[in-house]
């Protein structure tokens, strides 16, 4: 071999190892979706989440600053669900000006939950143009990522994605699907050692963002809101014979949210009020909380 071919052999050799190509540019709509594409992408991936931890996704509308910052994404993973409109016109912005991006989408294959309404004295109300932030009840529930199971058929898209954006990667996007598999089979054994035995199954939660996972694990979620808004004194009033009729021990509160009604209930009900967000891009270690603070309250 000559002493060239060598060289240019080892600097490719180098080349391939060392100095990796640039990371896939990959945006997401919640926090919660960049753990799981930087699970399977490690750092051949660059993953930027188009609602921030803390904001609502229910009054969401990205900025052009914003979208400008995220058109270099060649692969979109989406909730998926109608009431996030920002998703299609991301997509379509994309697909506007030619930049040739893969959609991931989450609710493949998902039948959407009916959302949690209480207390609604005849009407549901929808206010999709509403100012504080929030969406009316008797809508499907747009927080399909709260479920191991929906993430788990989800995942091996968003690899096959991955390996069709970045082909020099599909050893390690293989791999590490395979890895986050196992952590989603041992979050949900743990998740279901944790819960199965529990003789009470009903929660309180401020916003209604834990559907998916209720149904995952038989348990039952109770809404204080109505319609995005903390329940009138009357409507509190019942909510609280129901709470205590159902022996309710434990309200999750979301940031983001008003926790002014849970404070009431919490306080007259002398039961747990815990901090718990769905928003969050620690997922893994947020549902093994949840579970946990479930088992704490409810065993
Ligand atoms: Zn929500």
């Avoid at 060289?7 to 979706?33: E, K, R």
């Avoid at 400008?68 to 991301?90: M, S, T, W």
């Amino acid at each position: 071999m000559s002493r060239l071919l060598s060289m240019l052999l080892l600097f490719a050799f180098s080349g391939a190892s060392m100095a990796a190509s640039p990371p896939v540019p990959v945006t997401v709509s919640v926090p919660p979706q960049a753990y799981f594409v930087e699970a399977i992408g490690g750092d051949r991936v660059q993953v930027r989440s188009m609602v921030a931890p803390g904001q609502s996704t229910h009054s969401f509308s990205p900025s052009p600053r914003q979208l400008q910052a995220l058109e270099d994404a060649r692969i979109y993973v989406k909730v998926g669900h109608p009431e996030y409109v920002f998703e299609y016109q991301f997509i379509q912005m994309l697909e506007r000006r030619g930049a040739g991006v893969r959609v991931v989408d989450m609710a493949e294959d998902v039948d959407f939950r009916p959302l949690e309404a209480h207390g609604h004295d005849g009407h549901h109300h929808h206010h999709h143009d509403d100012h504080d932030g929030h969406h009316g009840h008797g809508d499907s529930d747009p927080h399909l990522w709260v479920s191991p199971a929906i993430v788990r058929a989800a995942a091996p898209r968003i690899a096959e994605a991955l390996e069709a954006a970045d082909p020099e990667g599909a050893p390690v996007y293989r791999e590490r699907l395979n890895a986050f598999l196992l952590e989603l089979d041992a979050l949900d054994a743990e998740i279901r050692q944790r819960l199965n035995g529990l003789d009470r199954r009903v929660f309180l939660v401020n916003h209604p963002a834990w559907g998916y996972f209720a149904d995952d694990y038989g348990l039952q979620q109770m809404a204080i809101e109505v319609d995005g808004k903390d329940p009138s004194p009357a409507q509190l009033a019942r909510f609280i014979d129901r709470a205590r009729a159902e022996s309710v021990r434990v309200v999750f509160v979301q940031p983001g949210f008003s926790r002014r009604s849970a404070e009431v209930i919490a306080r007259e009900l002398d039961i747990r009020l815990v901090e718990m967000d769905p928003m969050s891009k620690d997922w893994g270690a947020t549902l093994r909380a949840l579970s946990q603070a479930l088992e704490d309250a409810l065993s």
